[in-house]
């Protein structure tokens, strides 16, 4: 089983800056895409997807965040970080990374696995 684990958030003022980390353990083969979402307090059913970064280190990124966000990878760590800066009000979320990782375990499966999310609030 792969494990995913946000860390990072909290209360920020517009303007400021964060830096998310989703930290992958378990049973890792290997970590191809890994992708940041979010999920606003007023969208209950509706997750944006924010980020986006392929093994080979391609990035990408939504409309609302290019420029302000940058996603990278230590594969050495199995973590993807990703650092927000210039934060506005309308980012507070709770943030989620998600990846597509083999299991190391026989018959070693590719799944797409979520971890619990942590919470962003920008606010004066």
């Known amino acids: 089983q792969v494990q995913l684990v946000e860390s990072g958030g909290g209360l920020v003022q517009p303007g400021g800056s964060l830096r998310l980390s989703c930290a992958a353990s378990?049973?890792?083969?290997?970590?191809?895409?890994v992708g940041w979402h979010r999920q606003a307090p007023t969208k209950e059913r509706e997750r944006e997807w924010v980020?986006?970064?392929?093994?080979?280190?391609?990035?990408s990124y939504a409309d609302s965040v290019r420029g302000r966000f940058t996603i990278s990878r230590d594969n050495a760590k199995n973590t993807v970080y990703l650092q927000m800066i210039s934060l506005k009000p309308e980012d507070t979320a709770v943030y989620y990374c998600?990846?597509?990782?083999?299991?190391?375990?026989?018959?070693?499966?590719?799944?797409?696995?979520w971890g619990q999310g942590t919470q962003v609030t920008v606010s004066s």
């Open positions: 980020a986006g970064i392929t093994s080979g280190g391609t990035t």
């Open positions: 378990g049973s890792i083969l290997s970590i191809n895409d």
């Open positions: 998600s990846a597509i990782a083999k299991d190391s375990r026989p018959p070693y499966r590719l799944g797409n696995y």
